[in-house]
């Protein structure tokens, strides 16, 4: 059993930075793929980034590329979604997700999720 809990969500400018983290209980972590993913308003749950056991990365947004670094810290059970030159339509409830194995970009695939943490960008 994994328990995920989100922080770091907020209100924030156009232009400007937040940085999520995810805490994962457990003792197993380095043994999951974490994800992250995001929904709208109105949209559809979207993969937003992911890191395998390895360290391997995988960004599932155009448009997120270059502006957000997905990492882990496996001795903090932790796991981190940098996110810089936010946008207005980057608005949306953030959650990270667990799964063991290999990493994948369908949220269907994820065991574990935490609650999510809401991310506002005014323009």
């Known amino acids: 059993q994994v328990q995920l809990v989100e922080s770091g969500g907020g209100l924030v400018q156009a232009g400007g930075s937040l940085r999520l983290s995810c805490a994962a209980s457990?003792?197993?972590?380095?043994?999951?793929?974490m994800g992250w993913f995001r929904q709208g308003p109105g949209k559809e749950r979207e993969f937003v980034a992911g890191?395998?056991?390895?360290?391997?990365?995988?960004y599932g947004l155009e448009s997120a590329e270059g502006r957000f670094t997905i990492s882990r810290d496996n001795a903090k059970n932790a796991v981190y979604l940098q996110m810089n030159s936010l946008r207005p339509e980057d608005t949306a409830v953030y959650s990270c997700?667990?799964?063991?194995?290999?990493?994948?970009?369908?949220?269907?695939?994820?065991?574990?999720w935490g609650q999510g943490t809401q991310v506002t960008v005014s323009s």
């Open positions: 997700a667990a799964k063991r194995a290999r990493l994948s970009i369908k949220s269907s695939e994820y065991d574990y």
């Open positions: 457990g003792r197993s972590f380095h043994l999951y793929a």
């Open positions: 890191i395998d056991v390895y360290g391997g990365t995988t």
